[in-house]
């Protein structure tokens, strides 16, 4: 039905935001991936959007890229994955990572997800292999299988002390942690936070 909306971002929430468009405020539940990429008043923001419509409501998901929803669709179509574990893969991992993922046969990676455990990796494997367009570059995330734990044990940390889980990967993200233990990622990220 909605293919994008345009608008102002007016509010976000722990797992949804909301646009503005016309007077109207849409809710959209939407990934971590998506809130680290956009700002609170941000103008004109094009969100991406699927509508679910379930017997207790109509619920938009959105995205900022058409890729991560295409992947929320494509997660979708694996047996036993609806939106909200198809979303909290995308709030794990992006895009990118998931194709690697299934590429590789990696179900280590697909179990970092919340709700994946070994089985519904590997059915997540055996049901996307053929849809993932491999001619699609995939580059290299900045966050290897070797520091994901610190990288996670950092933003545990950060939480911990008041932060918000975006507040927190926003700063991360734009880091190279490749050779930081959780120690330094909590000490520069708290560096960059203070001069926000």
């Known amino acids: 039905m909605f293919e994008f909306i345009i608008g102002d971002i007016v509010a976000i929430r722990e797992d949804y935001i909301v646009l503005q468009n016309n007077g109207i405020g849409y809710k959209i539940f939407t990934s971590t991936n998506t809130m680290i990429q956009i700002e609170l008043g941000m103008k004109n923001a094009m969100i991406f959007t699927y509508l679910n419509v379930r017997e207790d409501g109509i619920f938009i998901y959105g ?8 992947m929320f669709k494509l997660l979708q179509m694996v047996s036993k994955i609806g939106p909200k574990i198809a979303l909290g893969i995308l709030s794990t991992l992006n ?14 990676v697909l179990c ?18 053929d849809r993932i367009d491999k001619d699609i570059i995939i580059e290299e995330d900045n966050i290897s299988d070797l520091n994901y734990d610190n990288y996670m044990e950092a933003i545990n940390g950060l939480m911990s002390l008041g932060y918000t889980r975006i507040e927190v990967e926003k700063i991360i993200k734009t880091m190279d942690i ?5 120690e330094d990622i909590i000490r520069e990220t708290l560096k960059r936070l203070s001069k926000h």
């Open 95 to 108: 895009s990118n990572q998931i194709k690697l993922a299934i590429m590789r046969k990696d179900l280590d």
């Open 112 to 129: 970092k997800a919340p709700g994946i455990g070994k089985k519904t990796a590997e059915r997540i494997i055996l049901e996307l292999k």
């Open 63 to 70: 995205f900022i890229s058409e890729e991560e929803l295409n």
């Open 178 to 182: 490749s050779n930081m233990s959780i």
